[in-house]
Each structure stands twice: as structure tokens, then as C-alpha cells.
């Protein structure tokens, strides 16, 4: 389809929980980027792929955060123990070349 | 560092009326693109408008158009006969495009209300 689809569209998770966000990018985009946008509206670049292989992850703290994107399945986000920091609204984003974007609707993850 | 500025927390409009949205943006390459997103309260992400910096015309899409000063490294946004959807928060972002992995730069955001 024309669409970034992202699930869940809201997650609650308790502190020290595991948080796991899906996108499944538009059929024959190549790149896939990920983005945190917390309460102040800023974004912040997480991570970027080329296909399956990681392309930039210069943005993720890598101590929690995990991600993958695998042929024939939805990219992934995974939090690792969560913290109420990480309440944000993540976006991802696909695009055929790096430079034209096409964003999910987003994923809002709550931590209490 | 590539950095984007948007001076302007907060605009307000009258419906029907004119207002531009200014962003400035710091970058030492040549090649890149810029952009203007609108997120409405829904928190879609929804393109309005891209300028490629090779281009001297500005961009237009129907009532958006931007005023791209390249030396200046200013893009603002004009937004004409404004209507009540267009109020939403509006983001600048820019992209290098030497070749680099196409991470968007984003600005902080200016939240426009357009008032009837």
C-alpha cells in the first residue's frame, strides 16, 4: 500500500518494562528511518536502514534500544526496560531514495 | 553541526489572511534539500512543501509557497487566504544532500492558529 503502517498506535508500559513497536514500510522503499518526538515536540533521529542492513544509528541509545528490519517482516523498535523518559511519540518513516519522506501515523508509548 | 531555527514559537491568523512562518538553517554544504511539514493536533506528519537548494525558483503548492534566500540560509513559509485546518504545529527540516544517509534536521516548531 501507499501508507506507512504503524501498530500499535498506543502502548502503556510499566517502568522496567519491554516496549516493541512495528512499521511496515511502503512496498519498494529502501530506507526506513525511526524518530522520537517527546513532549516539547522536538524530534530526534533514532535510527536509519538501507533495506535489512542498519544505515545511521547515531541517534539510538543503544543500551535499551534495539532495532531490526528483517525481509518480509515489519521493522521493529524494541525498548528494553523503560524508563519515563522514553515516553514519546516514535515515528517511522520510509522513503525509495533518502531524500523523500513518507511518515506512519506514529506509535505513542506511555510509561507509568 | 547542521542545525534549523525557528524563531516563532507561536503565530496567529486571521482566516482568509497571510502569514509567513520563518525558519533559518546553518549548514557548510552545498547540495541539500528543505522542507516544511505540517502536524495537525492528529500528530501526522503531512509534507507541504520541498525546495531543492540547486533550484533558484522558490517552491509553490497551491496556497504555500516558500521564500528560499540560499546565501542567507533562510526558508520561510507563506501561507495564503489561511483557513482553519491550516492551524497545526509546523515543522522546518532540512536534509544534506551530499550523499549522507538522509537524516531529516528538524526545527522546533512553530504552532499556528488560524483564528475565524
Known amino acids: 500500500g501507499e501508507e506507512v503502517a504503524q501498530t500499535p498506535k498506543h502502548l502503556v508500559r510499566g517502568e522496567g518494562q519491554k516496549a516493541k513497536l512495528y512499521c511496515a514500510p511502503i512496498k519498494g522503499h529502501s530506507y526506513v528511518f525511526w524518530y522520537q518526538q517527546v513532549l516539547k515536540n522536538e524530534f530526534k533521529f533514532l535510527i536509519s536502514?538501507?533495506?535489512?542492513?542498519?544505515?545511521?544509528e547515531t541517534g539510538m541509545p543503544k543500551e535499551r534500544f534495539s532495532a531490526k528490519c528483517l525481509p518480509n517482516s515489519p521493522c521493529s523498535l524494541e525498548i528494553q526496560a523503560t524508563k519515563l523518559e522514553d515516553s514519546a511519540v516514535y515515528f517511522c518513516a520510509s522513503s525509495p531514495s533518502g531524500y523523500g519522506y513518507t511518515f506512519g501515523s506514529g506509535t505513542r508509548l506511555t510509561v507509568v | 553541526a547542521q542545525t534549523v531555527t525557528q524563531s516563532q514559537p507561536e503565530m496567529s491568523v486571521q482566516e482568509a489572511e497571510t502569514v509567513t512562518l520563518s525558519c533559518t538553517y546553518d549548514?557548510?554544504?552545498?547540495?541539500?534539500?528543505l522542507f516544511w511539514y505540517k502536524q495537525p493536533p492528529s500528530r501526522q506528519m503531512i509534507l507541504v512543501i520541498r525546495?531543492?537548494?540547486?533550484?533558484?525558483q522558490n517552491a509553490t503548492e497551491n496556497r504555500f509557497s516558500v521564500n528560499f534566500q540560499k546565501a542567507a540560509k533562510s526558508f520561510s513559509l507563506k501561507i495564503s487566504d489561511s483557513q482553519l485546518g491550516d492551524t497545526a504545529m509546523y515543522f522546518c527540516a532540512f536534509i544534506d544532500g551530499s550523499g549522507n544517509t538522509g537524516k531529516l534536521i528538524f526545527g522546533q516548531g512553530t504552532t499556528l492558529q488560524v483564528k475565524p
Open positions: 536502514f538501507q533495506n535489512e542492513n542498519v544505515f545511521d
Open positions: 525546495q531543492e537548494a540547486y533550484k533558484q
Open positions: 549548514t557548510s554544504e552545498s547540495n541539500y534539500y
